[in-house]
């Protein structure tokens, strides 16, 4: 299946539209190579994820092509979350 579309039906990313945006520019690697949208991604990969100061990574469990919003969460495993402080000014 492909990234963007497991991103979406998984809800990690709203819009297919999105997700194919943040791989075009580099920000997703599947098994610690840099993806394309149209890149493939299986069961038991492990996906990163970098928007804005936020780093998520993530296995992937299952594929599949239809999912209720309620078991989207089931076709993924959140393994981290980074948060980046970047140089804030306050005025």
Request: proline share 0%; charged share 40%.
């Amino acid at each position: 299946m492909r990234i963007d579309k497991f991103l979406k039906l998984s809800r990690i990313i709203k819009r297919r539209t999105v997700a194919k945006e943040l791989a075009d520019q580099g920000r997703i690697s599947i098994n610690g190579k840099v993806a394309k949208s149209s890149a493939n991604v299986g069961t038991n990969d492990e996906v990163e994820i970098r928007f804005g100061n936020k780093t998520a990574t993530f296995k992937v469990l299952k594929l599949q092509d239809i999912v209720k919003k309620d078991e989207a969460q089931d076709l993924y495993e959140l393994i981290s979350e980074k948060y980046e402080e970047g140089d804030r000014q306050d005025f």
